[in-house]
């Protein structure tokens, strides 16, 4: 999620002068964004070293963990938005992740590559694992634990109690509404606790 108009968007689920959480914050480069554009204060979390120093360069409060620890270190609706952005597909542990994400925070936004992209289906059709921007490692070097569609975390969320307010697909920077499934590279989802 590093392109300027993917993160325009997701920053505008964010309401203005929002505290958030960004999970998997990477560089700091969203946070940095809320900050300066929405007034938003917050958190990043992020274990990777070279990240967490950029965050610290762009004047990101960064925390250093490790997402599959779980957020037990946050208190209960600690921020107003929790953010996830491409790290569900990298947790031993989505569903607890999910869960958690609504008892730190009062909303939720994750985003994740939609494994059910047309050119990723067509790549399963003729026999081989799909290679994309969103997807853009090798099936045995990759560091996603799993895949997931934006069908699939519907079902999720109704499955934990979790009220989505908003769903899309993210495709070149542009907001898919109509069949996002089938015709986005990635998903996005807002959601609260039901």
């Known amino acids: 999620m590093s392109e300027r108009r993917d993160l325009e968007v997701i920053a505008a689920l964010v309401p203005p002068g929002s505290h958030v959480l960004d999970l ?25 070293d070279a990240q967490v120093h950029e965050c610290v360069q762009r ?45 730190v925070g009062r909303i939720g936004v994750v985003s994740f590559p939609n494994f059910a992209h047309w050119p990723n289906r067509f790549s399963v059709l003729r026999g081989r694992m799909p290679v994309t921007k969103v997807l853009p ?29 908003d769903s899309f697909g993210l495709q070149k920077g542009r907001v898919v509404r109509r ?13 609260e606790r039901g």
């Open 24 to 48: 998997g914050c990477g560089n700091g480069a969203l946070l940095a964004l809320l900050r300066d554009q929405r007034g938003c204060t917050g958190y990043g979390v992020e274990l990777d």
């Open 59 to 103: 004047g990101v409060n960064v925390i250093q963990r490790n997402l599959d620890e779980g957020l037990a270190i946050f208190a209960d609706r600690a921020f107003d938005v929790v953010l996830q952005l491409d790290t569900l597909q990298n947790l031993r542990n989505t569903e607890a992740m999910l869960v958690e994400t609504v008892r």
């Open 137 to 165: 490692f090798q099936w045995y070097d990759t560091p996603n634990i799993r895949f997931a569609t934006h069908a699939d975390f519907e079902v999720l969320a109704r499955r934990n109690g979790l009220r989505v307010l």
């Open 179 to 191: 069949a996002p499934n089938l015709m986005a590279s990635t998903a996005v989802f807002k959601f």
